[in-house]
T-cell receptor, first 116, second 114 residues
């Protein structure tokens, strides 16, 4: 049963510290998405990649957030420095990249980040 | 630009009652439409999607949705609610050309009482 995996599942850190979240997409999927979910803002798209290239990161605060795909099996989302307002659940999703055919996104279990 | 409106942040039903979750979309081009479900402390999971063809779409767990172009709607229904259906439900839209990101609604929390 292929699944998107995310690590860590929970992270508590202090303001100013660097946070790195990792995602392993489903093998063979060529699109990867990062979302942030909060009570106030709901589900927000931060960035997405196709074939490891960033297609859109307009939803991401550029001064402190960065997203990369070092290889096809790993996507990372970094926050440096972290702030209390970054506290949220961060989801990674992957998809087979069926352009024009209603690509389904498969979500990971999320990383719950708390910044004190 | 595309957008999705989900009417009602919370919907409460009794076990065995009809479930109706509303979704209206705005799109300048023919859309693809999706319903996702999120159980507590989990990621989103696809319930069903409309791309082309039959406008009544059946999904997992007994849910179905009907694409009504004239009403720009894609409401989600289930004839008889189960306690296990309690979750948050998200409607989403994307254009039907090229590769585009999904635009999600704000979600509707379904509460099921015994």
């Amino acid at each position: 049963d292929a699944r998107v995996t995310q690590t860590p599942r929970h992270k508590v850190t202090e303001m100013g510290q660097e946070v790195t979240m990792r995602c392993q997409p489903i093998l063979g999927h060529n699109t990867v998405f990062w979302y942030r979910q909060t009570m106030m803002q709901g589900l927000e798209l931060l960035a997405y990649f196709r074939n490891r290239a960033p297609l859109d990161d307009s939803g991401m605060p550029k001064d402190r957030f960065s997203a990369e795909m070092p290889d096809a099996t790993l996507a990372t989302l970094k926050i440096q420095p972290s702030e209390p307002r970054d506290s949220a659940v961060y989801f990674c999703a992957s998809g087979p990249g069926l352009a024009g055919k209603g690509d389904t996104q498969y979500f990971g279990p999320g990383t719950r980040l708390t910044v004190l | 630009a595309q957008s999705v409106t989900q009417l009602g942040s919370h919907v409460s039903v009794s076990e065995g009652a009809l479930v109706l979750l509303r979704c209206n979309y705005s799109s300048s081009v023919p859309p693809y439409l999706f319903w996702y479900v999120q159980y507590p402390n989990q990621g989103l999971q696809l319930l069903l999607k409309y791309t082309t063809g039959a406008t009544l779409v059946k999904g997992i767990n007994g849910f179905e949705a009907e694409f009504k172009k004239s009403e720009t709607s894609f409401h989600l229904t289930k004839p008889s609610a189960h306690m296990s259906d309690a979750a948050e439900y998200f409607c989403a839209v994307s254009p039907n050309t090229g590769f585009q990101k999904l635009v999600f609604g704000t979600g509707t929390r379904l509460l099921v009482s015994p």
